[in-house]
């Protein structure tokens, strides 16, 4: 059998081992130390948010944002529908609960025309939503400018899950930027990873050093234990944040290599009768993900064309299904337009790793060209 073709697996360049050499030769196997410290500055640097802190996962950085702005029982919070569930869950996590919003058509993001009308019958109905959580789906940023206008008009601070969307930019800034939180994933199929991790930034120093208290068990200063409240074990560890640095040296060769297989997937099946997300002017994804869509008059379907590539040990995966089509979610109020089912309907995402080779690419798109009909 050849070589399985994963879909967005690990690629190490020789650079993470260096630093985790560095931090064993020290000893700092510790959510502390130097590595990690290391790794916020880069971090900062880089998406321009001046504060950041370094943390186990891109959920919890989404669960600490909520527990900053006072979410809790009783109050709702939006949400894309169209994203993966570690987007929405922390918002069960505080006991608020989620408010699900469609998709809008080219970037496959939430509808900034639906997210109005939602607040404002929210509003209508006694509810005041407390945050926004907008996806950058894929790496592809959403519509920025409108959601921001909205979100300051109704004054409801947003939260930026850009999980996916590192190295992206909208209107030359960083995707991770553009809200008042940024939020980053660095699990093990991101564009870089930690093996596991994530990050959580943002322009307000208090809330990053709070993020911080709340990820190391909320200890109060004393020498004693003393806890005043309730904390979390979410501190990245020392040793992931060695491999991330490692990792951050390679983050633009990354996009460069998946936006080239985007573009490669995109010539060869663009005749073919296949759509893909779309790229709007000033906007810049980094294609964490290349995903088809397949036309209605085509006689195969997402679900045959992913056995027939996995009958040649190539792994694809139908995209993200809808939040409110989620058994654990049913019954939360959602506002739809049918953009997200038809997506989930008639979607493939397809091999897309920064290390993926011409031959195994030349190999995927051959066994396209026999699928699709
Ligand atoms: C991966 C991902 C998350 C969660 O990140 P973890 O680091 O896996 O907890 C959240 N939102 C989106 C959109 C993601 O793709």
């Known amino acids: 059998m050849a070589k399985r073709i994963y879909l967005s697996p690990p690629h190490m360049t020789g650079e993470e081992i260096k630093k985790v050499k560095e931090v064993f030769e020290s000893n700092w196997i510790s959510p502390a130390g130097p590595h990690l410290e290391e790794f916020e500055k880069v971090l900062s640097a880089w998406s321009g948010m001046p504060y950041t802190a370094a943390l186990s996962s891109g959920t919890a950085a989404i669960h600490l944002a909520l527990l900053i702005l006072g979410i ?13 569930a570690g987007s929405c869950n922390p918002i069960r996590y505080v006991g608020a609960t989620p408010v699900f919003i469609d998709s809008e058509e080219i970037t496959w993001n939430i ?39 909205i979100a300051a008009d109704y004054e409801i601070p947003v939260i930026e899950d850009a999980a996916e969307a590192l190295g992206s930019l909208y209107k030359g800034k960083k995707a991770g930027s553009l ?69 951050m040296m390679s983050l633009n060769e990354k996009v460069k290599q998946r936006r080239a297989n985007f573009h490669h997937y995109e010539n060869v099946l663009s005749p073919r009768g296949v759509t893909f997300q779309t790229e709007p002017s000033g906007s810049f994804s980094n294609r ?11 006689k195969s379907t997402p679900e045959s064309i992913r056995l027939g590539l996995e009958s040649n040990n190539i792994e694809s995966r139908p995209l993200w299904k809808p939040m ?10 959602v506002y739809l337009q049918g953009v997200s089912d038809r997506l989930f309907d008639r979607g493939l995402c397809l091999p897309s790793g920064s290390a993926l080779e011409e031959e195994e690419l030349e190999k995927i798109l051959a066994q396209l060209g026999k699928l699709l009909e």
Not at 73 to 84: A, Q, Y
Not at 324 to 333: F, I, K, N, R
């Open 72 to 84: 809790g029982k009783g109050d709702e919070v939006i949400c894309s529908s169209f994203t993966f």
């Open 111 to 149: 509808d900034p025309n639906l997210l109005e009308k939602a607040i404002l019958d929210r509003r209508a109905k006694g509810h005041n939503p407390k945050a926004i959580i907008v996806v950058h789906l894929y790496g592809m940023p959403a519509n920025m400018e409108r959601i921001s206008q």
């Open 179 to 247: 809200g008042d939180f940024g939020v980053y994933s660095f699990n093990g199929n991101k564009i870089i990873t930690t093996s596991g991790g994530g990050s959580l930034q943002s322009r307000n120093e208090k809330w990053i050093q709070k993020a911080k208290f709340l990820a190391t068990q909320a200890r109060d200063v004393a020498p004693h234990y003393q806890h005043s409240e309730v904390g979390y074990n979410y501190r990245l560890s020392n040793v992931s944040a060695a491999i991330g640095l490692g990792q």
């Open 288 to 298: 964490w993900l290349t995903c088809m869509i397949l036309d209605p008059k085509q």
């Open 324 to 333: 409110h089509l989620q058994p654990v979610y049913s019954g939360c109020p």
